[in-house]
Nanobody, 129 residues
């Protein structure tokens, strides 16, 4: 059974930081590209960041470049999202997702949520002004 479990969300003031984690099981983690998405109330789920199977390549939404960092630990089957300088408009449920890719990397392909095989349940991030 495949499981993706996010954690690390919470309430933070504008300008603060949070580190999200997504622990996976039931998949060969190192053969999957991992992505982070977020969904604010009343809005569509949007791409945040993606990382290749070995962490060698990353891709970010323009809105988070320079503030967010995606990373992974294949020994722990876990992907992370370090979020700095958070803004109130980034209040959302944050989801991690997995896409089986082997050792391939296709950059912008991973910005499309329909291309992912597995999803977590999400973790709430609330940024107060």
């Amino acid at each position: 059974q495949v499981q993706l479990v996010e954690s690390g969300g919470g309430l933070v003031q504008a300008g603060g930081s949070l580190r999200l984690s997504c622990a996976t099981s039931g998949i060969t983690f190192s053969w999957h590209t991992m992505g982070w998405f977020r969904q604010a109330p009343g809005k569509e789920r949007e791409f945040v960041a993606a990382i290749s199977w070995n962490g060698g390549s990353t891709y970010y939404a323009e809105s988070v470049k320079g503030r967010f960092t995606i990373s992974r630990d294949n020994a722990k089957n876990t992907v992370y999202l370090q979020m700095n300088s958070l803004k109130p408009e980034e209040t959302a449920v944050y989801f991690c997702a997995a896409k089986y890719t082997g050792t391939n990397w296709r950059g912008t392909y991973y910005t499309d949520r329909s291309n992912y095989n597995y999803w977590g349940q999400g973790t709430q991030v609330t940024v107060s002004s």
